[in-house]
């Protein structure tokens, strides 16, 4: 499985690359950038999409024509919309999701920004949300967007992953260090 995850991130990172070094020689990065979004909401949004992509009852054609017909709905970019139904008539659609991460990924690099995920015990105020995008920009070096998410099973503190690094500060996490250093000594 973590091989196939692999070979797919690799294919998408090729045509991502492509599409990218296109569209960046064109100046188009701000609506690539946007309409990557549009199409990663759209792929956690619709179920038929994602069942489209990645069937195999489906013939080339008929992909290449269905992603088409999206491409043209969402007004996608000429470079954009050819990319995908390039990925039909090659049966790579199934590639889209990394497809549109590595893009998200390329465009964020290019204007010096990180992405950092962050999952907090509970929602965090529009002000802590700013001084801890201000704490991990002054620790990078890089402007740094915040994806967050609440779970609550952390019972206080966050998670923050930036890049490789991850920081947990969650009580789940040092109540199972705890319970480690417990067992341990038991």
């Not at 090729?14 to 296109?22: E, G, K, M, N």
Request: hydrophobic share 45%.
């Amino acid at each position: 499985m973590a091989n196939s995850a692999s070979i797919s991130a690799s294919i998408a990172g090729r045509y991502a690359q492509a599409l990218f070094d296109i569209v960046k020689e064109e100046g188009g990065l701000d609506a690539l950038a946007d309409q990557a979004g549009q199409m990663d909401a759209a792929l956690q949004e619709s179920g038929d999409l994602r069942a489209m992509i990645a069937s195999p009852m489906l013939t080339r054609a008929q992909q290449e024509s269905a992603i088409g017909a999206i491409a043209e709905k969402m007004a996608l970019a000429p470079a954009f919309a050819n990319t995908l139904r390039l990925l039909a008539r090659n049966r790579r659609l199934f590639v889209l999701p990394q497809l549109v991460a590595r893009l998200s990924a390329l465009v964020a690099d290019e204007r010096g920004e990180l992405t950092a995920d962050v999952t907090s015990a509970a929602e965090l105020s529009a002000d802590q949300k700013k001084r801890l995008a201000d704490t991990l920009s002054e620790k990078s070096g890089k402007k740094v967007k915040l994806n967050t998410r609440v779970d609550e099973s952390l019972i206080g503190g966050m998670i923050v992953k930036m890049g490789s690094q991850m920081i947990d500060s969650s009580i789940r996490s040092k109540l199972a260090s705890l319970q480690n250093a417990m067992k341990e000594v038991g």
